[in-house]
């Protein structure tokens, strides 16, 4: 079934709200299927629809004119290969083509509301924030229109937060205090305790650790970090295991590879002095973070938020391939006290012997253990108020 159309929940009387996303990275996608089981199961539920801008948008392809591949083929390709280095000059390529095709764009979303009716449009997406809220006015009674940033900050300009932007929410101070500065009402500006993360995040993992590694192949007490490049792993991967292999640092690794099998094969192959655990695509990421001790990966807001959630300090990598908008993650994660950043992982082991040190551990520890998200339990109660707010602005 296209998600563009995806079946409503209930009757309906329900209030109905559309989720705008797309496939361009995973994170996307996931905040708005939690937030659909949230709102959808809730004593009084919503009717929710998730509406794939790209599929919409498939007539204008506007991504593929600016660089010869739909926008969530180009970004996934850009992780997959690590490009990343340039995709700042592809940022604005792909930012000027959208300005370019605004018009048209609302057009399209215009006649998608005319077809499809909705009480409340929820945007987890960036770029194409200011044609969702100009195509929601003008078509009788205005519709709210809520940006939620998947993000811990914007990266302005024209990335997350527009002037037309009406209800905003934050999952950040950093991301809160950019709103404001653009000059959104503070009664129209909410922030969250976090990123909306998948439901299990929110679940108690009663896991005997010792014997769930042994099981796995571990040992049972040796320390362990988890290694995550999101979903399709990292060829970086491989430098780790190596290099911290070669250094005598007494950790074992839990490899998370995502779809790609080739390097899951190669991971294998590696002779190490510590046992390792390698696994391919798995949906139960949560369980596997239970059985580490810390975390490695780029820092990306959702493995960082993940991590944090089961209470691991993090080492994350913060340089010139970095996302333009993850940047501000590694700073926050520093601020916060949550980890280390590094400038490239060929300096992993020294990292890890800096974080392992007692006194540095410790306190890492202490500072992830207070992370406490509630996010996919917030959205919907700050939703109702967009609604009733709304309600109240009405002439």
Request: net charge positive; proline share 5%.
């Amino acid at each position: 079934m296209s998600t563009r159309t995806l079946g409503a929940e209930g009757g309906s009387s329900h209030r109905k709200l559309t989720i705008v996303f797309h496939h361009a990275g995973g994170g996307h996608r996931s905040t708005a299927d939690a937030l659909k089981d949230a709102l959808t199961s809730q004593e009084c539920p919503w009717e929710v629809r998730l509406l794939n801008v790209q599929e919409l948008l498939a007539p204008l392809d506007v991504a593929r004119r600016a660089t010869g591949l739909h926008i969530e083929d180009a970004y996934n390709l850009i992780l997959r290969k690590g490009w990343t280095r340039f995709t700042p000059q592809l940022l604005v390529l792909l930012q000027t083509t959208i300005r370019a095709y605004h018009s048209r764009v609302v057009k399209l979303l215009r006649a998608c509301w005319a077809q499809h009716p909705t009480d409340l449009v929820l945007s987890v997406i960036p770029h194409f924030n200011r044609a969702l809220a100009e195509s929601l006015r003008g078509n009788g009674p205005r519709t709210p229109f809520v940006t939620l940033l998947t993000d811990l900050a914007d990266y302005p300009p024209r990335f997350w937060i527009e002037p037309e932007s009406e209800f905003v929410i934050a999952g950040s101070e950093q991301a809160k205090r950019q709103a404001l500065a653009m000059g959104h009402a503070a009664d129209c500006v909410f922030q969250s305790s976090g990123m909306v993360l998948k439901p299990q995040f929110y679940q108690k993992h009663a896991v005997d650790r010792a014997s769930e590694r042994k099981r796995l192949g571990l040992e049972p007490d040796c320390l362990t970090g988890i290694v995550l490049f999101g979903g399709h792993g990292s060829r970086v991967m491989i430098d780790i295991v190596k290099r911290l292999n070669q250094s005598g640092v007494a950790v074992q690794l839990i490899l998370i590879c995502g779809h790609n099998a080739k390097l899951a094969a190669k991971l294998k192959s590696l002779k190490t002095r510590k046992p390792m655990l390698v696994e391919g695509f798995t949906s139960n990421v949560v369980h596997y973070m239970s059985l580490a001790d810390f975390f490695i990966g780029k820092p990306g807001p959702g493995s960082i938020s993940e991590a944090l959630q089961c209470h691991l300090p993090v080492i994350v990598e913060c340089n010139a391939r970095t996302l333009p908008q993850e940047r501000y993650n590694a700073q926050w994660v520093t601020e916060m006290g949550y980890g280390l950043v590094v400038k490239s992982f060929r300096e992993i082991a020294p990292s890890v012997e800096r974080l392992l040190a007692p006194s540095t551990f410790e306190d890492l520890r202490r500072n992830a253990g207070t992370y406490c998200n509630r996010a996919l339990f917030e959205v919907p109660v700050i939703l109702e108020q967009c609604l009733n707010r709304a309600a109240q602005l009405a002439p």
